[in-house]
């Protein structure tokens, strides 16, 4: 007896190359965004494993840690776009569903026992509960068992012997992006600060106050902001005392007992902020860059001031150390982080404008050493990373295109062949 056409093995075969697409889209695209927001801004990612590592009470070298960061958000981002063009059709599926068996514990984990506000899934782009988190990684394995049963039955858009060059070009293009978020900043800024923003708000909009809670040798303790404790003691939580909770860090910096933040920053001419968002990892080699920053500035003039975190009673102690002429302030860890990445930064205001953001590191000291009366050359330092990002994807794009074509370059030809038969 043959099947009909209208039998459900027949419907089912014919709906199964729809349903084999839906899941390769939808499911590698949720891991092609979780790897490129977390490698676009890698020193977020780097944060928050650091912040897992510390609930646990382990510590590694920050080396170590950038590694995993960067394999971490590599291969969620890579396996996922080559699950959705079908490239090594079960081995993409297969190896994903490894990444959820260590992810969907860990959720389990953050879910029952909410050791910290977000998991970091999607970075400072997209932030959901715990709970979200754990019900959306069960989703997302199920899907994937599902389509290794099914993924070889359904071909995808490229030949086996471009599937390599696919892989290699998706690679290339994340490092690309990674690397500069790393060395200079992200080229896409989704926290409370971005570039073209004031840095102090009018009105009460940074009039929020808040509790901070740490935590050192199982002991759970609030301080206020003028109380931080020293770096024996671990961030846990903010909690707002008082004011309204939005998505948005407050712009907060201390001087004894009183918060400077509106009196220290110029709503008229030029200032460079000189962030280090963890004291203990200051490094006194910059010195001679941020002196000849502050020269420089201070000939057009500027100023520069400079924000730490770290306690009010140790600062004497780091202005010692490097020698500042500048002011210097401390500040929160956590609000340092979201005003800029990297060890040590240099912010640009101009009229209390965020114009641009640099780690030090990426800054070339005789572009001031010799500046003179040369043009703004704090201007050269303006990087802007969202024309970079969108080239750099259209170069990725363009390469998949061209991949495609000499994929099908068979069929493309069997088929013109064909096309000049019939015209004959």
Request: proline share 3%.
């Amino acid at each position: 007896m043959t099947e009909t056409s209208s039998s459900p093995q027949s419907v089912y075969a014919k709906v199964l190359p729809v349903i084999v697409w839906i899941l390769r889209l939808s499911l590698g695209g949720v891991f092609v965004l979780s790897g490129i927001t977390k490698g676009i801004d890698l020193w977020g990612f780097i944060y928050k494993i650091e912040e897992y590592f510390s609930v646990w009470g382990i510590e590694q070298p920050r080396s170590l840690v950038v590694m995993a960061a960067l394999g971490i958000s590599c291969s969620e981002f890579t396996l996922g776009l080559m699950l959705m063009i079908g490239c090594y059709r079960r081995f993409s599926a297969w190896a994903l569903l490894v990444v959820m068996a260590g992810m969907l514990p860990l959720s389990l984990y953050t879910y029952l026992v909410d050791p910290v506000a977000d998991c970091g899934c999607f970075g400072d782009f997209l932030k959901i509960s715990n709970s979200a988190t754990f019900w959306k990684n069960v989703v997302i394995t199920i899907g994937l068992v599902y389509l290794i049963t099914v993924t070889r039955k359904v071909d995808g858009l490229y030949r086996f012997f471009t599937q390599w060059a696919t892989t290699a070009a998706a690679i290339m293009y994340f490092i690309a992006v990674s690397m500069i978020g790393y060395n200079v900043q992200p080229l896409l800024d989704f926290r409370s600060f971005p570039v073209g923003s004031l840095l102090v708000k009018d009105g009460d909009e940074n009039a929020n106050e808040y509790a901070f809670v740490y935590e050192r040798n199982g002991v759970v303790k609030e301080f206020g902001i003028t109380e931080l404790p020293d770096s024996t003691w671990r961030f846990v939580d903010r909690k707002l005392l008082s004011g309204r909770e939005d998505e948005t860090t407050d712009f907060v910096v201390m001087d004894n007992d009183e918060n400077v933040a509106s009196d220290i920053i110029t709503e008229d001419g030029e200032q460079l902020i000189i962030v280090v968002p963890q004291g203990d990892r200051a490094d006194v080699s910059y010195t001679y860059l941020i002196n000849e920053l502050w020269r420089y500035i201070s000939a057009r003039g500027g100023e520069i001031v400079e924000l730490v975190a770290m306690p009010q009673e140790s600062l004497a102690h780091w202005v010692d150390l490097s020698m500042a002429t500048y002011p210097v302030y401390s500040a929160e860890s956590t609000m340092l982080k979201e005003l800029s990445r990297g060890h040590m930064s240099a912010i640009y205001l101009r009229d209390g404008v965020i114009q641009w953001k640099r780690s030090l590191a990426s800054i070339d000291v005789d572009l001031f050493a010799n500046a003179g009366e040369k043009p703004n050359a704090l201007m050269l330092l303006d990087m802007n990373g969202k024309v970079i990002f969108m080239w750099l994807t259209i170069g990725l794009i363009l390469m998949l295109m061209l991949l495609w074509l000499m994929s099908q370059s068979r069929r493309l030809f069997l088929l013109r062949q064909r096309i000049g038969k019939k015209l004959k």
